[in-house]
């Protein structure tokens, strides 16, 4: 997990650099009217392709990036390197993986969720339960760990917000150590890690990371990806 401020990565706007990190997403960055949606878009690129990059072993301006059909991004052309990204106010946050599906997210650690109607939107009938039985100043706190948790568990999956909050949930007293059911019950055993914690005392942040039952992926150089013998027909039928 990786955090910067927006104005640490801020390039000229329109400039040749800013232009060749974008990549695809150039032409995404210029219909954006914005100004401040404008500087945080260009800024979280510049982020995530940097860190894929180094870890890669490659130029970041060679970093293309696509995204699912829930928005989720990813790297084009190279799956054993997988990605998130968040942010809130000037902070970013990008997650890299190899072990399976990553997912994560910042909040503002003020931020009053606790007590403005939210709990029955966002929580199952467990998780209301348990925030109603502890003390009152550990309420909203704890409701912003279930909120990073389950923001970041619905971008693991490619869901976003698509992925009801009400329908999967955590532990909001004690670690997490798997998705719940409603009731309370395991739904996913051993099949994801969580974690919450807080960082630069304002923030909270919540990953969420799956295993995909391959292992982690020791080799990140972008050629170990490539199947020589598919590479060669590839190229062969192009020659035709």
Known sequence: MLCARQDDLRQEEGGARLRALLGHDW?????LTHRRIRTRFAASRVLLKSAAAAALGV???SVELGYGLGGRP???????????LSHTDDLLLVGLATDGAIGVDAERGDRVLYGTGLVRHMCTPYEAERIEAMPVAERNPAMLRLWTLKEAYS???G?????????FGFTPDRPPTDVLRPDGTPGTVGAWGFHTLSYAGRYT???ALGDDGFGRT??????TALDPGIV???LAAQGE
């Open 205 to 207: 942040l919540g990953v």
């Open 27 to 31: 032409e995404r960055y210029q219909e």
């Open 74 to 84: 990813c790297l084009r052309g190279y799956d054993g390197l997988h990605i998130s």
């Open 159 to 167: 869901l976003g917000m698509l992925l009801g909050f009400t329908d």
């Open 232 to 234: 060669d027909a590839l």
């Open 155 to 157: 971008k693991a999956v």
């Open 218 to 223: 020791t080799d990140l150089a972008a050629a």
């Open 59 to 61: 130029p970041p301006e």
